[in-house]
């Protein structure tokens, strides 16, 4: 741990991550403590531009404890899930040498040195947007570069994977795949991209915020119960799920938007119908997630192919993927028709992340949403418009996978003191 300015020196790593959103999911456990899945799962990494964490971490000989602050609050690190993914990485951790500040940190320095982290997520924490897989895989990943382990992304999946199930999947970007794996210690529990984001470039995602409130019931206890008491989720696992797969990587590969859509949309129903299916059952969709799916299904029908795949994750909002950005512009009229903000809402804050999209739809200020007339398939049953009852809308896309962002305006932690900016 030599330095030559004693033991005051700071080391810092800034990175940001991406989220993911399960197109085939992840519901189920077949060990607790490893998050060992019960069946595979597939899910599209989203622009980080729009959905990410970003977690900046620091180690210095003047740090007592770990520490952690998310969104500006100091949280816990005393959780089984975040001592795992520090433990693995301590074990991993290599020799790290910093010419310019005269640090030389080796192996073994490791386990005594303490850390500092520093996370913000620029969505909802807990609202069904799998902002813990984000942070976890972002945690896991930049404290990986902080100490110089030599790990692949897959085998860096494994540990995040013990921190939040669905974190192994953020490590990529494109679309990942989460293989359950055989062995009962895990080893073999990895994720793996199945192709990059360059891949399949024309889907355009738009993400109703239909509640950013954390969620009554969290996904860990949920699952739990699933397990317990659901004999539909065995026979998904065991029956449906292996076959979706194969078929979902087909259609990925292919670029075949519809078996893609009716493949995710599919599923998203089967993952809910499981949740009902639990004792007591679980309501994570709402009415106003019933309305989006019953206008989506509407317009696929009317088309006579799919231009629209939802898929919604333990909370009420919805992930509508569309095939290019024509259909995206299509499906925001459709959406800003039924749920158009509250009057004293303003347009930029409603529709935030990709604004152009809100140009291809022909939207340039509110009046142009009041200005909306029913789309063709809701014109027989002349629908009411339910305003104020979608938070915002976020327009995105496919993303990368992690980056180390090595400008230093961007770290979250005070180089000097080692506490949040």
């Known amino acids: 741990m030599a330095a030559e300015s004693g033991d005051k020196w700071i080391l810092t790593v800034t990175a940001q991550t991406p989220t993911n959103i399960a197109v085939i999911k992840y519901w189920g456990k077949r060990h607790e403590e490893l998050i060992l899945p019960i069946n595979d799962s597939i899910s599209v990494t989203l622009d980080p531009d729009h959905l990410c964490t970003t977690t900046s971490v620091a180690v210095s000989p003047a740090f007592t404890h770990d520490r952690m602050w ?8 005393s959780g ?8 693995e990485l301590r074990s991993r951790a290599s020799d790290v040498e910093d010419e310019k500040k005269g640090i030389k940190i080796s192996k073994k320095d490791w386990e005594k040195l303490r850390l500092h982290i520093v996370s913000f997520n620029n969505f909802p924490t807990a609202a069904g947007l799998a902002s813990s897989a984000a942070g976890l895989a972002c945690l896991v990943f930049s404290l990986a570069n902080l100490m110089n382990v030599k790990e692949d992304h897959s085998k860096l999946s494994a540990i995040a994977r013990q921190g939040s199930g669905s974190a192994c999947r953020s490590l990529f970007g494109g679309f990942a795949k989460w293989i359950m794996g ?26 109703a915020v239909v509640s950013s409130r954390q969620k009554e019931t969290s996904s860990t206890s949920g699952m739990r119960d699933t397990v317990e008491t659901s004999m539909l989720l065995q026979h998904r696992a065991k029956e449906v799920v292996p076959k979706r797969v194969k078929q979902m990587e087909e259609a990925i590969e292919k670029r075949d938007f519809p078996s893609f859509a009716r493949l995710a949309c599919a599923d998203s129903n089967q993952f809910h119908a499981v949740c009902l299916d639990t004792l007591p059952p679980i309501f994570y969709m709402n009415d106003t997630s019933h309305k989006i799916i019953s206008c989506v299904e509407k317009w696929n029908r009317h088309e ?11 909370g ?5 993927i569309s095939h290019n950005r024509k259909t995206a512009a299509l499906l925001l009229q459709r959406l800003l028709f039924l749920f158009p903000p509250q009057s004293d809402t303003d347009l930029d804050s409603y529709v935030i992340g990709d604004k152009t999209i809100l140009k291809d739809a022909g939207i340039h200020e509110m009046k142009d949403v009041e200005a909306l007339a029913p789309p063709p398939e809701l014109k027989e049953n002349a629908p009411t418009r339910n305003k104020g009852d ?3 809308f976020i327009c995105t896309r496919p993303g990368r996978g992690p980056v180390v962002l090595n400008d230093e305006s961007r770290s979250l932690i005070n180089s000097e003191t080692g506490l949040p900016k």
């Open 70 to 77: 998310l969104n500006g609050k100091e949280v816990s690190l």
């Open 80 to 87: 089984d899930r975040f001592q795992n993914c520090l433990r």
């Open 182 to 207: 055989k062995e009962e210690n895990g080893s073999d529990s990895i994720a793996v991209q199945l192709a990059d984001e360059k891949h399949w470039d024309d889907l355009v995602i738009i993400i």
């Open 304 to 314: 006579g192919t799919p231009q629209v795949a939802y898929t919604f994750d333990a």
């Open 316 to 320: 009420p909002n919805a992930v509508l």
């Open 390 to 392: 979608v938070s915002y």
